[in-house]
């Protein structure tokens, strides 16, 4: 998938009308997509089309029912401009993030909005593929009952803490969840009568993706994401691009060793990044025994201040900096971008980790800012959300009149369609 925010490569590139005309209707889709309302005269000023071609591709937006204008207010002398915004509920898209302890699932709107967030604790044994499958089954069931009438689903992503092969989201293993050689989308597609394309990713991936796009790391080039949790998911962004290496499984950065004799790793291997500093090793740093506790009450030790809370601060900001260093000489990132329970330890061991981080070769280290993740837990539902709209924001005209035929310009039943069924989206009026 293509991860920029602009189309600007395609106007010099491509060749003939047509193409040309999807490059920039795309280009506006995606101004407001991630920018969110734009005047007339900042879409002008951000394309460098004249005035003309984008009240044509606007109009064009507006007959898909993609976004909506409205006029805008007098600022100085001259004609107010027309304000472009998102149609938020016009198309969205079913994202589920799984964990070994929950099962998060969003409706996000066009403009990556979340219109209906659920968690739930798992209903049965997470071991159940089945019965995780048909639970997935029943919330898309539910949300699509809520979503707004003539709205769109474009698909339905999910995120897994797991190898996942590409482009098919077979997931090879996940030692969090139990799931091995599991054929998680075709289970899925099968349980909803194979009525939505559906898709998986690796959570690291999709939280990386988030970031970039929409988080925290937004305007970087090179970002390197990483979510503390049971394990470690970690995405990397290079030059605008994930890096997904031959099989889709790049990025898995839990598993650098950081202490050869250390922990035995779910992996097989010792001394894993992972091992050392995923959740249950951040719990025992603050004294206290993972089978008893959880990040929540290594939080409340750190708001206490204590004496043992400090010191499990500085082992943890020790080891989780220890892998950033090495990650960061390979990688050389402008943005390292913490989630998960490193996010949430970040103000705290902020600090020990820079001096950590110290380690990283001078030239890499003075070029990478370490920020805390923006879009915490919601990160990965937003990232899979971005993978389901590829689509209609490389190419919206063929997507959305495949998607509603009665939009296709010269179809007969077009009046009648859009008035009487309520099956177009005509929520933009
Ligand atoms: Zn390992």
Known sequence: MRLGTGDRRLRAETSGQDEVRRANVSTVLRLVHFGGAKTRSEIVAATGLNRSTVGALTAELVRLGLIRERHGEVVGKGRPSNVVEPVSHAVYVLAFDITAAEVAAARVGLGGYLLQVRRRLHQGPLHDVAGVVAHLAMLVREMRAKAAPGSICLGVVVSVPASVRQPDGFVRRSPSLGWYETPLVELLAAALNHELPVAAGNDGDLGAIAEYLRGAARG?????????QDGIGGGVIVDGELLKGAGGYAGELGHIVVRPQGHHCVCGAR??????????????????????????DVLADVATGSRRALSGVRKTGEVVGLGLATLMNIFNPDTVVLGGSFGSLFPTMEPTLHAAVARALGPIREQATLVRSELGSDAQLIGAAEVAFADVLDHPVRTIEALLPSLRPGDASQADAVGSTGEAIRASS
């Open 220 to 228: 970087s080039r090179d970002v390197l994401y990483v979510r503390g």
């Open 271 to 296: 001394g894993c990044w992972e091992a050392e500093i995923g959740d249950a090793a951040i719990i025992r740093a603050f004294g206290r025994n993972p089978h008893e506790s959880d990040i929540e």
